[in-house]
């Protein structure tokens, strides 16, 4: 029996279709949606909290552990000021929560399953945000949070596969709406968590980021009728769960490793948005609106619900363009998708040279922050879910999530290299700091366009 065979016994009886879909991704959208409220509401805060507040003298001796890891940094990259000490605990953190998924998505592939592992990390996400509120449990609060996020997200975006049999066009459609939930939460945390944090204390954004998680976790239980097996059982199921892969399922691995250093670098220019342009917002940007109706300056986190408002707002228009060059037969591979998306990101980039040029060492104004997070946007609408249904698709059934998880460490590669990148904010003139980022990015794209032929048919024949 086939891992195909396998999956039509597991579609004889159909999930119940909403709007086109089935019903169980209308709830894996709600419980990414609240999980991503609480992972970007506590991520706009983060280096605002660090550098205004929590590492100032008083305050940073009160904190388990930050002693020892300030050492350790500044053994590997000298004295770190507050601001790049802060860039690279922002760093290590968003790496972290990106390479821990590839435990979690093992650990659900050989024991658990991916429900179980589900239902842990989004526990253990919900305590490590509401532990965020006291000061001294800061570095344990971010750890817990590390680990929970490793056991979840590689298994909450398999599931979304899981609900499509093999060859329904429907998957790449249904990432597509997914990657919609993610930053619609994207889009309310900054508003919600970053303004309580900036105006009634920082303690209280991230109480609010807990509450968004313990929502997930209830909508995700309240689901669980509708969401598919766990690929696990399914494979033992079928006798398929120590078969060796045989030789187009080790061509498929290979062929996404390839892609991995590349999107590295995407994510690690992508990912300055929370990190440098927050700190471009705070200190180099004129945030004064002044319209009839209201009058007074935009709050720095806002800016960072400028992405995922776009991303909602562009993502009908991207796919309405593919749908029209699909009939047309001219829609870019996935591949190629993916090297467009990194050029649009080095495209941002330039426009953020041309911000910090014409600015001469004064307040740029906010609508090149607008234009930046315009053309990012169209940049990651090309690269991000396009390769999360393209790993779904490509993926041994057997080692789904660890797959899963090895691809969001690119994630990790990538935030890791980002923070680095960050601690150079300080000594580089802005024009020069923002072309280097351009070229990463669009370096990126050159590398990926250029295996566009020979992997093609590997990933998508």
Partial sequence: MTVSDADQIHRTK??????????????????????????????????????????????AEGVIGLDGLRSVLESLFGPLGPQPFASDIYGLYTGLVYLTPLFGGLLADRVLGQRRTVIIGAALMAAGHFMMAFESLFLLALTTLIVANGAFKPNIVTQVGG????????????????????????????????TLGEELGWHYGFLAAGVGMTIALAVYLYALPLLPPDEMHKLKAAGLDKKPLERSQWRSIMALAVLFVPTTLFFATYEQQGNTIALWADDYTNRTIDLVVWHGQIPVTWFQAFNPL?????????????????QRGSEPSSITKMAL????????????????????????SWLWLLAYFVVLTVGELYLSP??????????????????MGLWLATSFTGNLLAGWLGSFWSAMDKPSFFLMLAGLAAGAGIVIFAFNRPLKGILEG
Wanted: charged residues 15%; aromatic residues 16%.
């Fill in 14 to 59: 159909p999930f119940r279709d909403l709007f086109g879909h089935p019903r169980g991704l209308t709830f894996l959208f709600a419980t990414e949606m609240w999980e991503r409220f609480s992972y970007y509401g506590m991520r706009a805060l983060l280096v605002l909290y660090m550098t205004k507040y929590l590492l100032s003298p008083g305050r």
């Fill in 163 to 194: 609900l499509y049999g093999q060859g329904d066009k429907r998957r790449d459609r249904a990432y597509s709406i997914f990657y919609v939930g993610i930053n619609i939460g994207g889009f309310l945390a900054p508003l919600v968590c970053g």
């Fill in 310 to 326: 776009m991303i909602f707002a562009f993502t009908p228009l991207i796919v309405g363009l593919w749908s029209r060059q699909a």
């Fill in 341 to 364: 998306g990194c050029f649009g990101v080095a495209f941002a980039y330039l426009i953020m040279v041309g911000a910090a040029w014409f600015a001469h060492g004064d307040e740029a």
């Fill in 386 to 403: 396009i390769s999360l249904s393209l790993v779904s698709k490509a993926a041994p059934a057997r080692m789904l999530s660890m797959m």
